[in-house]
Structure formats: structure tokens, C-alpha cells
């Protein structure tokens, strides 16, 4: 690959995954809750474990499995360096803009907690729940992504230096 498409190929791999990823999220989760109804135990399902709910990051997983399949691109094994970038910037501007006059109500981790890493937050007023969004579910996906990436990159490798049984 030449130099000058490694930047790019990055830039457009890091977009699938923090941007197609949790949008892919969203409408699966839509879309459960449309065809199957919005009763209490499909919201328990679909929030069943936080952030470790394999709906949360399977989308980002099977994009960097499929994406990566037909790229075979190096470069996507390291988009999870661009949303821990992101979220560590999300994480700055929160702690930055955390004013003095909320420190009776939360602390500012708890509001980096509430705020980053909860649908469910313990204080209900502490942290801003759009950051989860915004931050939050494009990182995760970043990571779930260049883990598919890495296990396609496995397979074909794995796949082109093993002799086939068939054809002894």
C-alpha cells in the first residue's frame, strides 16, 4: 500500500467504526423495541450489563469483521486508538467544564461515571448522560472494530500458511 493511503485508510476506517458502528446500535435497538414492543423485559434485554452488553459493541464488532474482510487493511487493527483519543478528549471537556457549585451534589469522577459510563446512572443528576452517546459508544466501538479487524487479518493469515488437508 503506499504511504500516503495509510492516513486515509485509517481516517476512513476509524469513521466506520465511531460513527457506523453506534448508529447501527441505535437502529437495532429501535428496531427491537418497534417490532417487539417497549415492555420492561426488552428493556431489561437491551440493558441487560451496561456497557458490556454484546449489543452495544456487536455492531462494531461485525463491522470490523466485514469491513476488514474485503480490505484486508493493517491499519484497522489501531482504530482503537482514535476513540480512546476521543473519549479521553470527551473526558477533558467534561472535567473542564465541571463547575464548583455541583461538588455538594456529585464529585467529578462521579460525574465522569454517571456522565461516561452508565445507561442507568446511581445519581440521576450528576453528569451529562449525552456524553454515553457521544463518547462513550463510538470508543467502545473503535475497540470492537479493530478487534474484528485483527481476527480477520488472523483468519486469512492463518488460512493462506496452512497447507489444505484436501489437496495432499
Known amino acids: 500500500m503506499m504511504q500516503g493511503a495509510r492516513p486515509v485508510g485509517f481516517l476512513l476506517h476509524a469513521s466506520v467504526a465511531m460513527v457506523i458502528g453506534p448508529v447501527a446500535w441505535m437502529v437495532f435497538a429501535l428496531g427491537v423495541?418497534?417490532?417487539l414492543g417497549n415492555s420492561h423485559e426488552i428493556n431489561a434485554l437491551l440493558n441487560a450489563g451496561d456497557?458490556?452488553?454484546?449489543?452495544?459493541?456487536?455492531p462494531g464488532l461485525i463491522l470490523g469483521l466485514l469491513v476488514n474482510r474485503f480490505t484486508l487493511s493493517t491499519v484497522a487493527r489501531w482504530v482503537w486508538l482514535a476513540g480512546m483519543v476521543w473519549m479521553a478528549c470527551g473526558i477533558f471537556?467534561?472535567?473542564?467544564?465541571?463547575?464548583?457549585?455541583?461538588?455538594?451534589?456529585?464529585?467529578?469522577?462521579?460525574?465522569?461515571?454517571?456522565?461516561?459510563?452508565?445507561?442507568?446512572?446511581?445519581?440521576?443528576?450528576?453528569?451529562?448522560?449525552?456524553?454515553?452517546?457521544?463518547?462513550?459508544?463510538?470508543?467502545?466501538?473503535?475497540?470492537?472494530?479493530?478487534?474484528?479487524?485483527?481476527?480477520?487479518?488472523?483468519?486469512?493469515?492463518h488460512s493462506e500458511t496452512r497447507p489444505d488437508p484436501i489437496k495432499r
Do not use: E, M
Request: proline residues 7%; aromatic residues 14%; charged residues 5%.
Open 33 to 35: 423495541v418497534i417490532v
Open 93 to 157: 471537556g467534561a472535567l473542564l467544564s465541571y463547575h464548583a457549585r455541583f461538588a455538594g451534589i456529585c464529585s467529578p469522577l462521579d460525574s465522569v461515571t454517571n456522565g461516561f459510563f452508565s445507561f442507568f446512572p446511581k445519581q440521576p443528576y450528576c453528569g451529562d448522560h449525552g456524553n454515553l452517546s457521544l463518547f462513550t459508544l463510538p470508543a467502545l466501538s473503535s475497540v470492537a472494530y479493530s478487534i474484528g479487524a485483527s481476527i480477520t487479518l488472523w483468519s486469512v493469515h
Open 51 to 58: 456497557l458490556a452488553n454484546p449489543s452495544v459493541w456487536g
